[in-house]
């Protein structure tokens, strides 16, 4: 069974802040995949890889296979940025997918 | 907005009743998920579905069930209703079989049932 875990639970940080969020996963997976959710419960998908790095805007995502991890950073934190980061692994085979997810980081972003 | 609709928005039930949510996918999105979030808690996989078929299940009782159709909308029952049954329901839509394997996730915002 895939255990996801992720550090810290909650992040409290300066409007300006670079932040990091990781995520660790007990056994091989296919992807991993970067979630926000925001107060209310809508989740959007910032970001799914299966190696190396990706960037989006002020938002960096990081894998590394070998050591089953990933992190999440953010550059120049904004207030707007202030949700739940949530890292899920995606298990399955070709043909079938779905994800196991971390129990959220909830970062609140002061300005 | 991730053009993935779900209704209703919430609902209260009490033990025992029968519940169906609905979920609306893209268009062109053969493939959707649901999921269980209990508060404070991760979403728990339920079961998928790709073009009409189940295709995969989590760790939940057959009393939760699904159904997807052509139009690319689906729905989820949950029969006997428990208090534990409380939660943020969660469809999630993807164009191709692979799921959460090979293809972005687009979530609904969710159907928050609250069982008395």
């Known amino acids: 069974k895939n255990e996801v875990e992720q550090s810290p639970q909650n992040l409290t940080a300066q409007e300006g802040e670079f932040i990091t969020i990781n995520c660790s996963y007990s056994v091989g997976i296919s992807a991993l995949h970067w979630l926000q959710q925001h107060p209310g419960g809508g989740i959007v998908s910032l970001f799914m890889?299966?190696?190396g790095k990706k960037k989006h805007g002020r938002l960096i995502a990081t894998i590394n296979i070998q050591e089953k991890h990933s992190s999440l950073h953010i550059t120049a934190s904004h207030p707007r940025d202030s949700a739940v980061y949530i890292c899920?692994?995606?298990?399955?085979?070709?043909?079938?997918?779905?994800?196991?997810f971390g129990k959220g980081t909830k970062l609140s972003v002061k300005p | 907005e991730t053009g993935v609709t779900q209704s209703p928005t919430h609902l209260i039930k009490t033990r025992g009743q029968q519940v169906t949510l609905r979920c609306s996918s893209q268009?062109?999105?053969?493939?959707v998920s649901w999921y269980q979030q209990a508060l404070g808690q991760g979403p728990q996989f339920i079961f998928q579905y790709y073009r009409e078929e189940e295709n995969g299940r989590g760790n939940f009782p057959p009393r939760f069930s699904g159904l997807q159709f052509p139009n690319y909308s689906s729905e989820l029952n949950v029969n006997a209703l428990e208090l534990d049954d409380s939660a943020l329901y969660l469809c999630a839509s993807s164009l191709g079989r692979g799921g959460a394997v090979t293809d972005t996730q687009y979530f609904g915002p969710g159907t928050r049932l609250t069982v008395l």
């Open positions: 268009s062109g999105h053969n493939t």
């Open positions: 890889l299966s190696s």
């Open positions: 899920a692994a995606a298990e399955g085979g070709g043909s079938q997918g779905n994800l196991i």
